[in-house]
């Protein structure tokens, strides 16, 4: 039985192992306890023998607590690597939808949504690095700098489809007349410079989120 804040730090410590940060994880517990021991004092005149059975029914036992931030710890970089990359092919998945409804079924509303995006795309290009800025800023201000390697994988992986596009149109594996008047030279050179561009714009994101964590 825990019969102080001591004996649950002990604990906490011994299930938490070699975990990444977990002595940061452990600070904090420390301090939150001996708030709430600060807290039990004054509001029920309780010793910490006393108060300590009501903390873990509060904050949880140590073995609980271990074994949800190490649940966090892997799961959470997952998460936001593959939210990005979601979000990534939903964009590539969305452009071919509406590629294949204006060439194949031209109605009215896909021609005019068609147009006034083919109108704007310089602003959609714009948009689209703040994505990829917004990608490397939540993956500095989540993981500091030891979340580097996590933006170089994320990057490659959502990158794929923007690769695959690339090539189709390079190597004209698709029928070209269906991205007229997109695919001028300018506009090619313009998104080959923008898809180079794109690691930087990540990273200067990466850097501007890792200050923001500290």
Request: hydrophobic share 50%; proline share 5%.
């Amino acid at each position: 039985m825990i019969q102080s804040k001591q004996d649950y730090l002990t604990i906490l410590e011994q299930e938490l192992h070699h975990t990444a940060d977990k002595d940061e994880l452990i600070r904090e517990m420390d301090l939150h306890i001996s708030e709430l021991l600060h807290e039990l004092a004054l509001a029920k005149g309780l010793g910490e023998g006393a108060a300590m059975p009501e903390i873990v029914e509060r904050l949880g036992a140590p073995e609980h607590v271990a074994a949800q931030y190490q649940t966090e710890l892997e799961v959470t970089p997952k998460k936001v690597q593959w939210t990005f990359i979601s979000v990534n092919i939903v964009f590539f998945i969305g452009g071919i939808c509406l590629t294949l409804l204006y060439n194949l079924l031209p109605l009215p509303f896909v021609s005019h949504v068609w147009t006034t995006l083919t109108s704007i795309t310089a602003v959609i290009i714009i948009l689209y690095m703040l994505f990829w800025m917004l990608l490397g800023y939540e993956i500095g201000k989540e993981f500091g700098l030891g979340g580097r390697r996590l933006l170089i994988k994320t990057f490659y992986i959502a990158l794929m489809p923007n690769i695959l596009l690339m090539g189709l149109v390079v190597f004209r594996l698709m029928p070209m007349n269906w991205f007229d008047p997109l695919l001028t030279p300018p506009f090619i050179a313009v998104c080959i410079l923008s898809t180079i561009v794109l690691y930087p714009v990540s990273y200067v994101g990466f850097r501007w989120g890792t200050i923001q964590s500290v």
